[in-house]
């Protein structure tokens, strides 16, 4: 029997239609209805356009979207022998401003997405809180708008450089913020220091005696058994370069070296509707990404008991996530105490008329690897390619070679097999640029 589910909560819509025998998944098929044209839109236009109609791609990841495009101009300007130098002041805001767009991501999805999901999937003490997660949102939102100028869609970031000059009293402001926000994780959401939660190594370490959000979350993903299910191919794939995480494809937890050549994308499979989204892969194979990629990739202690624990499991999903919101609060409190800004902000770049060349910009989005390709000729964009996240998460292929979501869900019930879709963090509206 094939039945159709519409997933909303996400950025755009998504179906998922599920083969159901004797109560199990035996295959689900994932389709993206909506077209959006943002790579048609782009061609034909000024190069530095790409700097105001990219970060539209998505209300919720335009800053990845906005450093994706100005790395790709930055390595077209390379590739054309104008190689673009950036201060460390520059390098160390977008950085900062890309990772607290990650964190208002997590917390979205933390509060109004997961918890309240697992709540009904368990019927558990787990409270829905979402002014939890928009609060805490909106805490990083307005340290993103010190240096990016607003949120969402900024287009402060620029070839060599940011259009900011950061003042030590703006640099302050954006501390408090910090500040605000880690008490507010601390208060709310874990019940403990931040730095304890971090020193954990082991999934013993939650203390089931304290009663937060976190330690509910964790018993709850117990109680529902996710830590033995959502299993995929237990590979992950690592691809923007940051200070952050390490580039890297693990199998398991085998690392190897990368390289963007060995990405390509496919028709998705989707029998029942037409859909808008293709496939990513590397090497022919389907890889995950995002948070518990990057947490594997640095081998975080917690995050590597885990996985040897349950794998690859919706539980170990889940908790990298949670545990990476943690991780990229103390290493933005780190960031800001780094910034010289007595540094330029911007460097002189040539005229983007005189620039004929492709290039390549990669980032870690919040869920995972964001590619931006572009051609340009005489600064007229000739061809812009979008690979998103999601596109390696959620692809939708054959019942031969199911995706990293499809085999995740296979062998569940309808129940958790939509609870495992949504620890994967879709995003429809990227994956029908």
Known sequence: MITRQLIEQIEG?????????????????VTFPHFRGMESI????????????????????????????????????????????????????????LIMEMIQNHFKWLYIVII?????????????????GAYAASLAAKAIAIFGGQWPHSSY???????????????????????????????ESLGIALDKFLSFESCKDFNKEIQSDITLLEESLIVADMNHKGLAYDRFIVMGEHDFTHVAKLKQTRAFGVDSK???TVEAYSPQENTYAYN?????????????ARMM????????????RYKDSAYSRVMARVFEIGYMLNYAKELLQNIDILQESVVNVADIKKISASGLGIVEAPRGPLLHNIEIKQGII?????????????????????TSVQIAMKGTTKEDALFIFRTFDVCSVCTTH
């Open 382 to 402: 000739q061809n812009y390619k979008i690979i998103t996240p999601t596109q390696f998460n959620i692809g939708s292929s054959t019942i031969e070679k199911p």
């Open 297 to 308: 990739s640095i081998s975080l202690p917690i995050i590597k008991n885990m996985h040897r």
């Open 280 to 292: 990513a892969l590397y090497k022919d194979e389907y890889y995950e990404t995002g948070p518990l």
């Open 116 to 132: 309240p999901e697992l709540a009904k999937l368990t019927n558990s003490i787990l409270e829905k809180k979402p002014l939890k």
């Open 157 to 187: 970031m620029i070839p060599g450089g940011v259009t900011c000059d950061p003042t030590q009293i703006d640099i302050l402001q954006a501390q408090n913020h910090i500040d605000e926000l880690i008490s507010f994780f601390e208060r």
């Open 13 to 29: 819509e998504a179906s998922v239609y599920f083969d159901i025998k004797e109560k199990k998944v035996n295959f689900a098929t």
């Open 262 to 264: 060995y990405v390509s």
């Open 42 to 97: 782009l061609e034909g236009k000024n190069a530095l356009d790409s700097l105001v109609i990219s970060p539209r791609v998505c209300g919720i990841c335009g800053h990845a979207h906005l450093m994706a495009t100005v790395r790709a101009l930055e390595d077209a300007y390379k590739n054309a022998g104008c190689e673009i130098i950036l201060s460390e002041k520059a390098e160390k805001i977008r950085e900062f401003t």
